[in-house]
Every structure is written in C-alpha cells, then in structure tokens.
C-alpha cells in the first residue's frame, strides 16, 4: 500500500515497510493531553452524578419507608 492511500484506524497509526509492521508505540493511543486539576471541570462532572444519587436515594427512602 503507498504512502498516500493510508489507512488510519482512531489514532493508531499504521506502521510502515520498514518495520514489518510489527512496532507499537503506546503514545499513539494517547486521545488527550495530560492536563492540570481544574475545579470548574471538576464540579461539571460532578454536579450531575451528586442529582443523580440525590434522586436515587429518594426513590430508595420512598420505597423502603412507603
């Protein structure tokens, strides 16, 4: 296969010739950057999980004192 009708599959990339394709490089399956403690996205991912056992824990105290 030439070097301009490479496939990609997600970010792995296809190894070439040279290699025999038998290389892996773990770097290639990185997706995102190693990024510093931030609150705000902190509290996004948290805000909606703590609703959620909110109303869980609701429903449970209905049901187990109903």
Avoid: C, Q
């Amino acid at each position: 296969m030439d070097e301009t009708n490479k496939k990609t599959y997600g970010s792995i990339e296809e190894g070439n010739n040279n290699n025999n394709n038998n290389e892996f490089d773990e770097k290639n399956t990185y997706y995102l950057s190693e990024s510093r403690f931030n609150w705000s996205t902190f509290s996004r991912a948290a805000v909606p999980i703590v609703i959620a056992l909110i109303i869980m824990g609701g429903f449970s105290y209905g049901m187990g004192h109903g």
